[in-house]
């Protein structure tokens, strides 16, 4: 079992930045990969970001290519999203995920959310 709280929401300006941090406990934390997903009103559930239990390699969506750094901290069990040059869409609630494949079973664990918002 992991438990997942997240941490650094708020309201930004357009093109300001904001750091989420996801502070795991209860498991081994490099076991898991780690996941940022967004979840903006009327619309589904988004994968931001990932960074493999390794901590090496990661991936992006799209939309926040070059603007968003995902990053991992093993010692402080943390996983952080360094978000850059924020617009108005990226306004939603952003929840940090823990995943771990392990013989053949998915084990998902999700924090309770931050919330992001974006406007002048």
């Known amino acids: 079992q992991v438990q997942l709280v997240e941490s650094g929401g708020g309201l930004v300006q357009p093109g300001g930045s904001l750091r989420l941090s996801c502070t795991a406990s209860g498991s081994t934390f490099s076991n898991y990969a780690m996941s940022w997903y967004r979840q903006i009103p009327g619309n589904k559930c988004e994968l931001v970001a990932t960074?493999?239990?390794?901590?090496?390699?990661?991936n992006y969506a799209g939309s926040i290519q070059g603007r968003f750094l995902i990053s991992g901290d093993n010692a402080k069990n943390t996983v952080y999203l360094q978000m850059n040059n924020l617009k108005p869409e990226d306004t939603a609630v952003y929840y940090c995920?823990?995943?771990?494949?392990?013989?053949?079973?998915?084990?998902?664990?999700w924090g309770q959310g931050t919330q992001v918002t974006v406007s002048s």
């Open positions: 995920n823990a995943r771990r494949i392990l013989l053949g079973n998915t084990f998902n664990y």
């Open positions: 960074i493999a239990s390794s901590g090496g390699s990661t």
